[in-house]
């Protein structure tokens, strides 16, 4: 590696604290709203310094988030696309996740010396509502882009009954619900992520297909008669013989013939590719308990183990960094 690109490593956060901020002072959203202002026109806008505000648009500008022609800043095409709230891409809640565990990651080196998370993920769970809130609306956000892409490669034929384990905002349940006017969903989370969910669930009209059951994945009671198991963005915080345990409960929810989907981030063999789930394993070690990413082969054995057969595993489209497995309790 050269020198170069050493110093760009040990930079990196500059661009990541540029974006955190100019979204949260809404930034994209004023220039939105009127483009092609000065500074003091968006620092009147957001309550800002003039100075302050003039070196942060200027660093959005340099990083690509802004163009500038003048003395007047607009946003980018992809900007308008992607970091407007409401926009046909919103990703602005989806970051929060990001910049809400920024402080974690400077803590590395602690989690290398005692093995153990930085912080307590029940702080995001339901110990701090402000955070829990975030966290939630965060993860609705990303299931959004992510959904629309997996929800289509669901085979769902004949399907009348899912359970969503770990669903959190319940989006992939609704987006399922709108596509299968014939599916019921249950999605099992924490209390406090639930009453969440059914804010959103109900903005959408589907409290009557899309229930939420409260209650820890791990020690609930999976209920039965399910023709398909859910587990979407969840088992890269658990450890492998807590995995093995709920493909059982899964296996024992399932009708004969049902199918369970699992869709994460996953690595080869080596632990060490593709690059951003080895990163993304690091990230979950900092916030809870068990946090990793594991390989397809080792996801394989485990739904074996289960009971589980007809194994099949495929990458979602790029630039998702996510694969799709499937397995069937057998008939």
């Known amino acids: 590696m050269k020198p170069d690109a050493i110093v760009g490593m040990a930079s990196a956060f500059y661009e990541s604290c540029i974006l955190f901020a100019a979204s ?21 806008a957001r309550g800002l310094d003039v100075r302050g505000t003039r070196l942060l648009l200027d660093a959005c500008v340099a990083v690509g988030l802004l163009s500038k022609q003048g003395d007047r800043y607009a946003n980018t095409p992809d900007t308008t696309m992607f970091l407007v709230p409401g926009a046909p891409g919103d990703l602005s809640k989806a970051i929060r996740y990001n910049r809400d565990v920024y402080a974690a990651w400077g803590r590395l080196q602690e989690l290398a010396r005692t093995g153990r998370p930085v912080e307590k993920p029940e702080l995001h769970l339901g110990n701090d509502p402000a955070r829990t809130r975030d966290f939630v609306l965060s993860m609705h956000g990303r299931a959004l882009g992510i959904g629309r892409a997996v929800v289509p490669m669901l085979d769902l034929a004949g399907c009348s009954r899912l359970l969503d384990v770990g669903g959190g905002p319940g989006t992939y349940s609704a987006l399922i619900a709108k596509a299968n006017p014939n599916i019921a969903c249950t999605v099992l989370d924490l209390p406090a992520v639930v009453a969440v969910a059914d804010e959103l669930i109900a903005g959408q009209q ?12 791990r020690t609930a009671a999976f209920p ?73 082969a080792e996801l394989k054995g485990w739904l074996q183990a289960a009971g589980f057969d007809a194994f099949a595993c495929r990458p979602l489209a790029p630039p998702m960094p996510h694969w799709l497995a499937s397995a069937r309790k057998p008939r």
Not at 225 to 248: K, N, T, Y
């Open 206 to 217: 589907l409290g009557d297909r899309v229930k939420t059951v409260p209650g820890d994945y």
């Open 24 to 44: 949260d002072l809404g930034v994209f959203e004023t220039l939105a709203g009127k483009p092609d202002q000065t500074v003091e026109a968006v620092a009147e």
């Open 224 to 296: 039965g008669g399910m023709d398909a198991v859910l587990f979407f963005g969840v088992l890269h915080q658990e450890s492998p013989e807590a995995i093995v345990a709920l493909f059982r409960k899964a296996y024992a929810a399932l009708k004969p013939g049902g199918v369970v989907y699992v869709m994460d981030m996953m690595t080869d063999a080596s632990h060490t590719q593709p690059r951003f789930s080895a990163l993304f394993a690091v990230n979950m070690a900092l916030t809870t308990q068990n946090g990793w990413v594991f390989s397809e």
